[in-house]
Every structure is written in C-alpha cells, then in structure tokens.
C-alpha cells in the first residue's frame, strides 16, 4: 500500500514539473521574442523582463536558459550608470550559485563593459566554460559575447570557442548569424581564416549552411 502511495506520489510530481518546464519553456519563449524590441532607454520594460526572468532562473532545466536571456536583455538594455548595480547582483548570485555558467558569462560582460584587466573578462568567461561546457544556450550567448572581444582572446580561447560555435552553428537562427557576422567582419581576414581552418578541422568536408552564412568557408589558395 505504502509503495503504491509512493509510486503515485511520485509520478505526480513528475507530472507538476513537466507542467512546470511546458509554461516555464513558452514563458523564456516570450520574453526571447521581446528582447530584440527593448531599447536602452526603456528602463521599466528592462526591468519587468529582468523580473520574470528571475522567476525561472531557480527552476531546474530551465535556470541557466533564462540567466542566459539576462546576459542578452544586459547587453541590450543596460546603460553605463547601471553596470555597477549589475555587477554587484550578480556577484551576489555566484556566491549562492558558483556553478552557474551563465551568471559567470554575464559577470564576464560586466567586467568587459567596466573596463577591467582583459584576464579578469577572460577568467569569467573561462569559467563559464568550465560550469557550462555543453549547455547550448550558453554556449550561443558565449559565441555572441567571445566574438564581441575575439582580439581580447588568447589563442587557445579561440580555438575553444571556434569549437562552441561548431557545436552550435546548427541551432542559430537568422538574426544571432548577421550578428555573428557582422562581428566577423570586423576581424582581419588572417584571423577569419584561422577560424575557417579550425571549423573545418571540426566539421570534416561538409560545409553547412550556417558556415556559408557566417562566410566561413576556407578560402581556396590562389
């Protein structure tokens, strides 16, 4: 009797968190489709989506996707006088969650935007990497963020992130490729071509559409 209880207990829970992770997955859905709408100026709209983002940021498989959306909503929405403020949020939330690979990306941002030494931005984003190696979501934020400071990256953190984006260039949509793409732009081309050569170290022969996108194919000799 007591097992059967159990048993139904059990899988009652199970059915409350599934229901949990269906809302919580349309919510961050939502606000994602907001962020690229919210200017710097819209203060109040910032912080509504800062507020329901937080909501979800202690719910298990959906913390890290909606502290991933706050990296995005900051680097869209915070102005200089209110980085300081961030920056002291979000050391307060590694001490309760160091593990956390999105709040130490967003710390890396904080870093990069105050100026710090290049290792101290560099060291968040390392431990990003560490706390988040396969996590996609962060792993696309990372991409964005690294390819924002690419000539701030030592080598091997380049080639780690060429590596990121290999493993999710699949999955990125339309307007993270311009995005992606437009920074590149700004890069030397001996440094575009590194990255190409590393891609194709990674992906063999095949040259998916993403590559061509971001114009990363290796360029033949002449």
Sequence with gaps: MLQHLLMALLFGALSVYGLV?????????????????????QQATSEDLAKDLEVWSSIP????????????????????EHIEELGRRI???????????????????????????????????????????YERHVMIERVRFAFLIWPLLTPDLQRQMTSELAHVGGHLNRETLSELRTSLASL?????????LTLQTRLGTTEPGWVKALDLAPRSPT
């Design 21 to 41: 992770l269906t809302v919580g997955t349309a919510a961050l859905g939502m606000i994602e489709s907001r962020i690229p709408a919210v200017l710097p100026n």
């Design 91 to 133: 050391e307060d939330k590694l001490k309760q969650r160091p593990a956390s690979p999105s709040y130490w990306l967003l710390l890396a941002y904080v870093r990069f935007v105050r100026s710090e030494p290049v290792p101290l931005v560099t060291k968040a984003l390392e431990n990003s990497i560490l706390t988040g190696r």
């Design 61 to 80: 498989g959906l913390g890290d996707r909606a502290t991933s959306l706050a990296v995005r909503l900051a680097q869209a929405t915070v102005e200089p």
């Design 188 to 196: 030397p081309a001996e440094e575009r071509d590194t990255m190409a």
